[in-house]
């Protein structure tokens, strides 16, 4: 068959798929039978199996090539529900992927721990590294919300504690995101930034429990800290998922290892975004209450114990392993 | 030419459906993609704006609120306008739209969020060197890394497109002009031709009309070991054996 005369013989057909398709892509699908559209789909790659064997022009076929293409975006498509992929990630694809990747939470640990520690107790031989760390500004404020005669609310003025949500929110999430982002950088990033946040926090630490009233500063910390540090780690460990694939990239080439170490670090990276979240909320509306110090100690235990019960058991059972094998 | 010589000239990405027809992807550089990316800076700058104005106007008492909305409407506007956008229905934040482009999977399909999501965090590693800052309200980097990663790997991706697994693309067929058909008459080769040399052949027959004559006798001197002559009486010759590949089929 002659090029002119395939054209003609299709293109009434061709126009009418055209104008469902445009109906389709503005997402208006009761003007149309969809239960005819995979079928009229299919004829277009016939028609353009057929245009590239008879060796057809090339404008025939980018157009076939383009009918092909919008309709099998339409028609392929994957996602299933958000609530329900939602619901999936909390009761098993987060704390799977954590007990997956313990070894990433043992090391991204170890990379903030290590430091915070040092810096603390670095305190008592000498305090020069602690001050210098710190410096004259972060000192002084530091006296000021955490010092010995420091009194009173945290937050006074109307709308302090939504304008500090909205802070932790910009700021915690953020880092969150650049730790993640830095393990692109073969994970040096990640690591880098884990590091220095341990070694500032300890200096902090330092400081107060020396110089300041460590009740002050303990009983503000401990109600998010559980979420915003381990936030923080997973975000490492998201981070050291990507970067490991550009380091160690096992059987895989490197550009496949990427692909995958995408595919892995999803869960973690939702999942240090929603431990951020939660430390937000609770640092923004919980935190700077003047609620007694044991108290707040006690929702920051109870904190640590639910987030380790949650990672340890939950998603364990075979219904939400068998989730995993459908997918 | 051996396939795989075709593919590396070919910037575009053939992928094989389900259906078992192969179509071609015409992958995006990195010009309209820029492109895409100040039009879209330029429309979270404009929000950003707007949200300080009314912010302004609404929090003349107290502050606090207001640097608190401000706050929350930089974030999700840094992190999630490219997101929301590009797992939308389009595939395409409104700046890329205006350009033609989308993000799609490797594979053809739509991206997923989770794709979305990923290829738009790992946007702050494309945006070194300069280091990516929130203080103006929103991100702003210098994209350095992200334009030689896309130099660098054959489908113009960034250091997001390589871990997310995507691509983008233009949405519309290439224009293609059509003229008059050579007029020749039809001859047929003397060697048995292979599919990529057929298909090679067919283009330049449905182009030559495209072409002054010196530019056709250019192309036709490189097949002069099929015609046998050089210059326009190969030229003819090859037009000749075009011709006679597309009657036969």
Redesign the interface.
């Known amino acids: 068959m002659k090029e002119q005369d395939f054209e003609a013989k299709n293109l009434p057909e061709w126009r009418k798929y055209d104008a469902t398709m445009e109906i389709l892509e503005k997402g208006d699908v009761s003007a149309v039978d969809i239960s005819k559209v995979p079928a009229q789909v299919r004829s277009r790659c016939l028609d353009l199996s057929l245009a590239r064997h008879r060796l057809y022009g090339s404008r025939m076929c980018e157009y076939l090539n383009f009918q092909v293409t919008r309709g099998h975006n339409l028609v392929a498509k994957t996602e299933g529900g958000v609530r329900e992929k939602m619901v999936h990630f909390f009761v098993a694809g987060f704390p799977q992927a954590m007990r997956r990747e313990w070894r990433l939470l043992v090391i991204c640990w170890l990379f903030f721990l290590v430091p915070f520690f040092g810096m603390w107790l670095s305190y008592d031989h000498d305090q020069e590294w602690v001050h210098s760390l710190l410096g004259e500004a972060e000192r002084e404020s530091m006296d000021e919300w955490y010092g010995k005669d420091s009194t009173g609310s945290m937050r006074d003025e109307f709308g302090s504690n939504f304008a500090m949500f909205g802070h932790y929110i910009n700021n915690n999430i953020g880092i969150d995101l650049l730790i993640i982002a830095g393990g692109a950088l073969a994970g040096v990033g990640s690591l880098f930034i884990l590091l220095s946040n341990g070694l500032q926090m300890g200096a902090a630490m330092a400081y107060v429990m020396n110089e300041g009233s460590p009740e002050r500063l303990l009983s503000f910390v401990s109600g998010h800290a559980p979420y915003e540090l381990l936030g923080m780690i997973v975000a490492g460990m998201a981070g050291m998922r990507i970067g490991l694939a550009l380091i160690k990239p096992g059987q895989l080439s490197r550009g496949k290892a990427l692909m995958e170490s995408g595919k892995l670090g999803l869960p973690l990276i939702m999942g240090a975004c929603a431990l951020t979240f939660i430390a937000a909320i609770i640092e923004g509306f919980w935190s700077a209450e003047q609620n007694p110090p044991e108290l707040k100690y006690w929702v920051g235990y109870i904190g640590w114990f639910l987030l380790a019960v949650y990672f340890i058991f939950v998603g364990r059972n075979n219904q939400s392993r068998r989730i995993v094998i459908k997918k | 030419m051996p396939r795989n010589d075709i593919e590396v000239l070919d910037t575009r990405q053939s992928v094989e459906?389900?259906?078992?027809?192969?179509?071609?992807?015409r992958i995006a550089g990195p010009f309209p993609r820029a492109l895409a990316l100040l039009l879209d800076m330029l429309i979270i700058a404009g929000i950003m704006l707007v949200v300080t104005i009314i912010v302004g106007i609404i929090?003349t008492g107290?502050g606090?609120?207001g640097?608190?909305?401000?706050?929350?409407v930089?974030?999700f506007l840094?992190?999630g306008y490219f997101t929301y956008f590009e797992a939308g229905?389009?595939g395409a934040t409104i700046g890329k739209r205006a350009l033609g482009l989308r993000v799609?999977d490797r594979s053809?399909?739509?991206i997923?969020?989770?794709?979305a999501?990923?290829r738009n965090?790992?946007?702050?590693?494309d945006m070194?060197p300069g280091m990516p800052s929130?203080a103006a309200g929103v991100l702003i980097g210098s994209f350095g890394l992200g334009f030689f990663c896309c130099l660098f790997t054959k489908k113009f991706q960034r250091?997001g497109d390589?871990?997310?697994?995507t691509l983008v693309v233009y949405?519309?067929?290439?224009l293609?002009m059509?003229g008059q058909e050579p007029t020749v008459d039809s001859l047929a080769p003397t060697v048995a031709l292979a599919r990529e040399e057929?298909?090679a052949l067919?283009?330049y027959y449905?182009?030559a009309s495209m072409w002054s004559e010196a530019r056709r006798i250019e192309l036709s001197d490189h097949a002069s070991e099929l015609t046998q002559k050089r210059g326009m009486e190969g030229m003819i010759r090859l037009l000749g054996m075009a011709k006679w590949?597309?009657e036969k089929?």
């Open positions: 459906l389900g259906e078992g027809v192969e179509i071609h992807l929090s107290s606090m609120v640097q608190g909305v401000f706050l929350i930089g974030f840094s992190w229905k389009r799609i053809g399909n739509n997923t969020k989770g794709q999501f990923i965090i790992l946007r702050l590693v070194l929130t250091v390589l871990v997310a697994n949405t519309q067929p290439e293609m059509t057929q298909v067919a283009d449905s182009r590949i597309k089929k």
